[in-house]
């Protein structure tokens, strides 16, 4: 199973947001989306970053008026990224091991979707539901 496998359930929209907004205006999407991260683009829609709500609530409590900065400011430049033929469980141990819980999916180059740790696990367990289902069906319906 691959990313590609994901995103074609889930679809490939990504919420971004520019460098120059502001956090407020960065949780103002997260909440409107109920997401937890944004990809950062550039002008001509490059990926230069994320940022995750996690990143915001930790900067609060260093500096209150982080509402009124931009999203560049505070934003993770060096980005993880997936490529949509990644294997789900490579994808997972790299998520797990690096501490991330959002990769934006690149093809070319060119962002084409995000998967997060739920989609993730989610996809691992569909993928194993469906392995139990087929040899349960073997095991019952007897020898040949």
């Known amino acids: 199973m691959t990313i590609s496998n994901i995103l074609a359930r889930k ?12 956090v407020r205006q960065a ?4 909440a409107q989306h109920n997401i937890g991260a944004l990809v950062v683009v550039s002008e001509t829609g490059a990926a230069v970053g994320i940022v995750s709500e996690r990143d915001i609530v930790r900067e609060a409590v260093r500096h209150e008026r982080v509402f009124e900065r931009t ?13 949509p033929a990644d294997d789900v469980a490579s994808v ?13 999916v690149l093809d070319e180059g060119r962002l084409v979707g995000i998967v997060s740790i739920g989609d993730v696990v989610k996809a691992q367990r ?8 087929t040899l349960e069906i073997q095991l019952t319906s007897g020898p040949p």
């Open 11 to 22: 679809g490939g929209r990504v919420i971004t947001i520019r460098p120059e907004q502001s």
């Open 27 to 30: 949780l103002g999407l997260l």
């Open 71 to 83: 999203v560049e400011s505070l934003m993770t430049r060096d980005v993880v990224v997936g490529l």
């Open 92 to 104: 997972a141990h790299t998520m797990t091991e690096r501490r991330i819980r959002h990769l934006p």
């Open 126 to 133: 569909d993928h194993y539901a469906g392995q139990l289902q």
